[in-house]
């Protein structure tokens, strides 16, 4: 006989109010969870989104907290009496809209900005899993600009100094020199923020975004067995930030060739 | 070279410098001396605007560079720049420390650098940790390569601000060495020290600061002979 077949059989039992063994019933229904109409793939394709929208995020995320950490930064930094010069016009606006940003991002719930990019916002928009990506990117942002800025902050100002002292630009000596740096020192905050960023898609769901919960959520619906679709995704989540968090620490490792005596 | 007209600084409400005005002359090695908080270091720092002075004028050169239309990247090539604590670029090799300044400022191509950055390294004996990190490296070490790092970009001018003042008492010497060969070759300096020695021995005028003033300034035996204001004469007795 085949597994299918076994299925078919205790499945029948149990429906009749059978006994069956407790490894049997187990059988049962991780194979209806798993493998009965070959559920696998939508886990795999749940998967493949929640990936996808993590991906997209972090990009946004990463780009939009270093452009406002480097802005606070520029702003908190310049010094009193040389004059207004066009870059200092420029920065008070850019710093006052950073300061919003990131006050408004994380003074609501990530939830509730699903809720409102979903409902209010991309109200007419079908592709629900690019809004939700979209969202997490902007709400990561505000949390990766504060890890960027106590990156930047921590730094010694001497390094700074000694770049400007040989006649490098600001840009440039924040490019080679103070963001290199920082980087090394907030990778594990960056690290926690993008395992919080991974599992925080699970919140897609809601505006009906197609990642692993979701998936979950409609095998659950049509065999009223939360169990073990449940645990499984809890296991998926497990295993993909046990991948990165070891990612992670060979980064680490590789970046710390400098600090070597 | 350097002009300086009624430079004031002050940090909040305390003065650190208090209206100076002072020259300095293509060629001198001029050493800045006092107690701590008399205002030689920012002095020594408003020389390249590292620190924004309040008021009064700083022209370099005949330009400018208290002027806010000044390019003061430009200006800062031309003087080099010693710290206290070295401020090595911890994530670079001692080769990249060296060449980066010159190669972003598109002073040389990469391979000049090189060149440059190997002949200068030889020049302080420490041709062979070009491909190290600077935590490899002891305090005499990491401040000659400081040195040669500035000198890399063939500055007209060079600030000293405390050189040897964060070096085990070993290794002061290797790099005051290093900094009397440059002074030999005619290098204008302007030195900020602890170091009586030094400054008798290298300079060739000595000032002495106190409270955002400088006190009193002579060619350096006569300084240290003949002091003429008690301030001085109180300081140096504890020094000496």
Known sequence: MQWADYYAQWKTIMQGGGDVTFWQEFFVKFYQAFIEADRWKQYLNGVGTTLLVTAIALCIGVVLGMLVAVVRTAYDQQRPGQGLTPGRVLLWPLNLVCRVYTTVIRGTPMMVQLMIMGFVIFKSSRNLTMVGALTLGINSGAYVSEIVRGGLMSLDPGQMEAGRSLGLNYIQTMRFIVIPQAFKAILPALGNEFIILLKDTSLLNVIGGKELVYAANGIMNRTWEQMFPLMGVALIYLVLVMIFTWLQGRLERRLRQSDRR | ?240
């Open chain 2, 1 to 240: 070279m350097i002009d300086v007209q009624n430079l004031s600084k002050s940090f909040g409400d305390h003065l650190v410098l208090d209206n100076i005005s002072e020259h300095i002359h293509p060629g001198e090695k001029v050493v800045v001396i006092g107690p701590s908080g008399s205002g030689k270091s920012t002095f020594l720092r408003c020389l390249n605007l590292l620190e924004t002075p309040t008021s009064g004028s700083i022209t370099f050169e005949g330009k400018e560079i208290t002027d806010p239309k000044a390019d003061i990247n430009a200006i800062r090539r031309q003087m080099g720049m010693v710290f206290q604590h070295f401020n090595l670029f911890p994530n670079m090799t001692i080769r990249k420390n060296i060449t980066l300044a010159p190669v972003q400022t598109k002073l040389m191509g990469q391979a000049e650098a090189d060149d440059t950055a190997t002949a200068l390294l030889r020049r302080v004996n420490l041709e062979e940790k070009a491909d190290a990190y600077p935590a490899q490296l002891s305090g005499g070490q990491k401040q000659r390569i400081a040195i040669v790092r500035a000198l890399a970009m063939k500055p007209k001018l060079m600030l000293f601000d405390e050189p040897t003042s964060a070096l085990d008492p070993e290794m002061v010497g290797e790099v005051l060495e290093v900094m009397k060969e440059l002074a030999q070759e005619g290098m204008t300096m302007v030195v900020v020290t602890h170091e009586m020695g030094f400054a008798r021995e290298v300079g060739t005028r000595v000032l002495f600061m106190d409270e955002g003033h400088i006190l009193e300034q002579d060619e350096p035996r006569a300084f240290f002979d003949r002091p003429k204001e008690p301030r001085t004469i109180e300081f140096l007795s504890k020094v000496l």
